[in-house]
């Protein structure tokens, strides 16, 4: 198997012991993923699986160490392959998919302008755009830097940058007002640390179901990530 360059992925799975979030995650994205889907930036495919039992799948990530993993991961299942794709460089293909969904992913591309306008050829007419994106630029710690993030977002910076990428945006909302607070005060406490700690996401977790019902009927004005779901026109 390939050696997987991303430095992230320690967090990554740290993070995959995170039960009740990533179902969290999934459950927000889920209604809007039409297959055929594609995912960019699956990663270890920590959340790729809370998708892969409704429809055609195409996982994908530019680190071919972590292509070898997923291809190994998920290779009792038919209805998902698992490809090779550089969503910064020139993409040519036909338009594919009626969904495409990436989840933490694009604040790790320099030139994001030129990936969502690649996402945007991926997608048939009026295919799905699903992305989670971390928000709030004043909540960017070293954590951030360490895991290769380039950018926090702001909910305009966003909506720009979608539209001017051939989209209309349907919705666009933040998401997890807790994680936001929390990943701040992490920051002053743990300077120095560059890492989740285990104990840090177990306890968070325990608490998501009730986040979760309370988001579910106000939305927060702020949160430790944006979500937008967009259509290609």
């Not at 991961?73 to 209805?79: D, G, P």
């Not at 998902?80 to 009626?98: G, L, M, P």
Request: hydrophobic share 40%.
């Amino acid at each position: 198997m390939k050696t997987i360059k991303y430095k992230g992925v320690a967090t990554l799975e740290v993070l995959e012991d995170a039960k009740n979030y990533n179902n969290w995650i999934a459950s927000e994205l889920r209604p809007f993923i039409k297959f055929p889907s594609l995912e960019i930036g699956s990663g270890i495919g920590n959340l790729s699986k809370y998708f892969i039992t409704h429809g055609s799948m195409t996982l994908s990530d530019n680190d071919k160490g972590l292509v070898s993993f997923l291809k190994k991961v998920f290779i009792s299942k038919k209805n998902v392959s698992v490809k090779y794709i550089d969503i910064e460089k020139n993409i040519n293909t036909k338009s594919t998919y009626n969904s495409l969904f990436a989840i933490n992913v694009l604040e790790h591309i320099k030139n994001h302008k030129v990936a969502v306008k690649n996402m945007n050829k991926l997608l048939k007419i009026n295919g799905m755009l699903v992305l989670l994106v971390p928000a709030k630029k004043n909540a960017f710690t070293t954590l951030d830097k360490e895991l290769g993030h380039y950018r926090r977002y702001e909910k305009n910076e966003l909506k720009k940058l979608i539209t001017s990428c051939g989209f209309s945006i349907e919705k666009i909302y933040y998401f997890n007002i807790v994680g936001l607070l929390s990943w701040k005060i992490r920051a002053l406490i743990e300077k120095e640390s560059v890492s989740l700690k285990p104990y840090q996401i177990k306890i968070f977790d325990s608490i998501v179901p009730a986040l979760k019902i309370v988001e579910n009927i106000v939305r927060p004005p702020m949160g430790i990530s944006l979500i937008v779901i967009a259509r290609k026109k």
